[in-house]
C-alpha cells in the first residue's frame, strides 16, 4: 500500500477518534451537543445512549486502521492491506449514508467520508 495511502488512511482514523471522543466521552456538554443539532438537556439525554455506541464504532474503526497499517509495517502486507481498506471502505459507506439521510450535515458527511476514499483511491492508483 503506498505510504500516501496510509497516510490518508492514518489521518481518517484520527478523525474517527475525534468522533469518538466527541460521542462517547464529551457529548453531554452543550457546546459539543449542539455540533449534533440538540438544543435541550432532553433531546441529549434521549440521544446519548446511541450516540455513546456509536462513538465506539468510529473508535473501532480507527483501531482497524491503525492495526492494519501496524500489520503491513511488520511484513504482513496483504492482511494489513485488507485491513484498513476495509476499515476505510466501512467510514466511506457510513460517510454517504450520513449525507444521504441528512443533506444538512454534508460538511460532516465529507469529513467522515473524504480521507478513507483518498486512501482508497490513492491504494489502486499510485505505485507502492
Known amino acids: 500500500m503506498p505510504i500516501v495511502a496510509q497516510l490518508f488512511a492514518l489521518l481518517a482514523a484520527a478523525i474517527h477518534v475525534w468522533f469518538f471522543v466527541l460521542e462517547s466521552l ?8 449542539a455540533r449534533f ?3 435541550t438537556p432532553e433531546q441529549v439525554e434521549a440521544v446519548r445512549p446511541m450516540a455513546f455506541n456509536q462513538g465506539f464504532y468510529n473508535l473501532f474503526l480507527a483501531v482497524g486502521i ?16 485488507s ?4 476499515a476505510c471502505l466501512c467510514m ?6 450520513l449525507l ?3 443533506p444538512r450535515m454534508a460538511r460532516a ?7 478513507p476514499l483518498l486512501a482508497i483511491v490513492a491504494t489502486f492508483v499510485l505505485p507502492r
Open 83 to 86: 485491513i484498513v481498506l476495509f
Open 66 to 81: 491503525a492495526a492494519g497499517v501496524a500489520q503491513m509495517a511488520g511484513g504482513a502486507e496483504v492482511a494489513g492491506r
Open 92 to 97: 466511506v459507506w457510513a460517510g454517504i449514508v
Open 26 to 33: 464529551l457529548f453531554g456538554r452543550p457546546g459539543v451537543a
Open 109 to 115: 458527511a465529507i469529513l467522515q467520508l473524504g480521507p
Open 100 to 102: 444521504v439521510s441528512s
Open 37 to 39: 443539532g440538540l438544543r
